[in-house]
C-alpha cells in the first residue's frame, strides 16, 4: 500500500508526505531543525503527534504518488512556513500555494 499521510505537531504545524511501503513507524523527512525551533526544551520532554492517512492506494505508481503528495501539500498549505514544515514545493504567498 502507498499513502500520503499528514502529519500534526503540538503546535498545530503539519507535515504532508508519502511513505512507499506504508510503514507504521514512518513519520516523514521534516527538517528537525525547524520544528525544533518552535519547541522549548520543556515542551520537547512530552509531546503527542497524529498521523493520518490522506490517501492510499495498492495500484498507484512511484510517479503518481509523488504528484498527489505535492497536490495535498498545496491543498493543506503544508509549504506555507506559518502552518507547515514542508519546504518543497515552494510556498507562492501571492497564489496562496
Given at each position: 500500500m502507498k499513502v500520503i499521510y499528514k502529519i500534526t505537531?503540538?503546535?498545530g504545524k503539519i507535515y504532508v508526505g508519502k511513505d512507499l511501503t506504508d510503514s507504521i513507524n514512518y513519520f516523514g523527512s521534516?527538517?528537525?531543525r525547524l520544528i525544533a525551533q518552535d519547541f522549548s526544551r520543556e515542551q520537547r520532554r512530552d509531546f503527542t503527534i497524529?498521523?493520518?492517512?490522506l490517501w492510499e492506494s495498492e495500484s498507484a505508481t512511484d510517479a503518481e504518488v509523488a504528484e498527489i503528495?505535492?497536490?495535498?501539500?498545496?491543498k493543506h498549505r503544508a509549504n506555507d512556513p506559518a502552518?507547515?514544515?514542508?519546504r518543497w514545493?515552494?510556498?507562492n504567498k501571492k497564489a496562496g500555494v
Amino acid at each position: 500500500m502507498k499513502v500520503i499521510y499528514k502529519i500534526t505537531y503540538p503546535n498545530g504545524k503539519i507535515y504532508v508526505g508519502k511513505d512507499l511501503t506504508d510503514s507504521i513507524n514512518y513519520f516523514g523527512s521534516a527538517d528537525s531543525r525547524l520544528i525544533a525551533q518552535d519547541f522549548s526544551r520543556e515542551q520537547r520532554r512530552d509531546f503527542t503527534i497524529r498521523r493520518e492517512i490522506l490517501w492510499e492506494s495498492e495500484s498507484a505508481t512511484d510517479a503518481e504518488v509523488a504528484e498527489i503528495e505535492v497536490e495535498f501539500i498545496n491543498k493543506h498549505r503544508a509549504n506555507d512556513p506559518a502552518v507547515g514544515y514542508n519546504r518543497w514545493p515552494k510556498f507562492n504567498k501571492k497564489a496562496g500555494v
